[in-house]
DNA sequence: CTGTATATGATACCCAGGTATCATTATTGG
DNA sequence: CCAATAATGATACCTGGGTATCATATACAG
């Protein structure tokens, strides 16, 4: 019948238009108007593809969340088991870093829209505490087996480990967004801490 | 010449009506109409107080930020000097702990603030970097005294110690506003890595 | 008292932005 | 090649919200 375009695509560009945005000029700047001006279309493209803002929105949300899962995925398949316990933490945790551009508007956004849910009863708060207790649970689990390797003291609780290499890695996180913090300063901090999970032989 | 209201009361109780406003409902229901309401005044009143709202807005800033700050010096000058370093570093760092009411608002809103500053220019976000460096300066002179008597291992670097103190407090605040952790739960988080920052006799 | 500066109220203006409507342009199966 | 459907465009409507204007009330100095 009609002349046939890739929607998964077309709503995948309007989405990273909207990243682009809310990263650039926060997250109260994304209308239908700025993305579809970001993205090089009309506004009633947008329409077409997103009935509603909130659609956009929410879309928006899942997009970043599926991408963050399978990042984080990504990161632990890499690593050959074999490897050094404390090698695996650490490029597990590089990933909740903004450091690079891309990482950075990935947390910039991710984070505005946390902040929002603390509020809007309409925006699921799911998805930010799903996510981090999932990969919590995951940290642990290599906490646990570098315990059983002995790399870590015995004495060591490493649910709660977890727990604070995750608040820890949280905090420099968005202390780099804010500007505190080098990328750098954060990951020497990252690195003392990691320096006392895993003690020298 | 006319009738005298208190000035600085009424800007006290608009900023206020902006706080409660904000917590509730998030810093984008923010209105000059909202504030006007939520006080029970009339739009006009919240205009000759404040001519902007960018003006209204920066205010608040301002306003919590004092506030925050007198917060602070209270915890610090409430501790007698001959106490146990690591109960003066608990109460210090409780203050981060959006625990009550009062204090989860301030923390919300705060926290909104700090987003935003991410992406508006015109929201300085020096607030946001002067602040946190200012308590770890503090908190970093409070643990090198303890390390002097010798509640702290001599191999610990107290500046760094305060750094990833203050992210871990960080990272448990905005953790309990999400509503991942209960500030028991967090607080408990908090304890374990003071028990390893202080090790028992 | 009374005028004058202060304080408050009612309301209007105007733009931005979400949504809706109508039209037009492709594309492709028959 | 044509009709039917998908895709896109132009534009209008309406509300919310920042700002502005005009009017009124209040209090105190002289």
Chains 1, 2 share one sequence.
Not at 37 to 61: C, I, M, N, P, W
Not at 76 to 99: C, H, I, K, N
Not at 114 to 139: I, K, R, Y
Not at 159 to 184: K, N, W, Y
Request: no cysteine; proline share 7%.
């Amino acid at each position: 019948m009609p002349r046939t375009a890739d929607h998964a695509e077309r709503r995948s560009q309007l989405i990273a238009a909207l990243v682009r945005v809310a990263a650039r000029d926060g997250l109260h700047a994304v209308t239908m108007r700025s993305v579809a001006a970001e993205a090089g279309v009309s506004l009633r493209l947008v329409q077409y593809y997103f009935d509603t803002k909130a659609q956009l929105v929410h879309a928006a949300l899942r997009h970043l969340e599926a991408q963050s899962n399978q990042r984080w995925a990504a990161r632990l398949a890499d690593q050959p088991d074999p490897v050094e316990p404390r090698v695996v933490v650490e490029a597990f945790l590089a990933e909740a870093l903004p450091t690079d551009e891309p990482s950075r508007v990935f947390h910039t956004v991710w984070t505005s829209y946390a902040v929002l849910a603390m509020t809007d009863p309409d925006l699921a708060a799911q998805p930010f505490v799903d996510g981090p207790n999932h990969l919590e649970a995951q940290l642990a689990q290599l906490l646990r087996r570098a315990q059983d390797q002995g790399r870590i003291p015995a004495d060591r609780n490493p649910a709660i480990e977890a727990a604070r290499l995750l608040m820890v890695t949280h905090g420099l996180g968005t202390s780099i967004l804010v500007g505190r913090h080098t990328p750098d300063a954060a990951q020497a901090v990252l690195r003392y801490h990691l320096d006392r999970l895993f003690p020298p032989a």
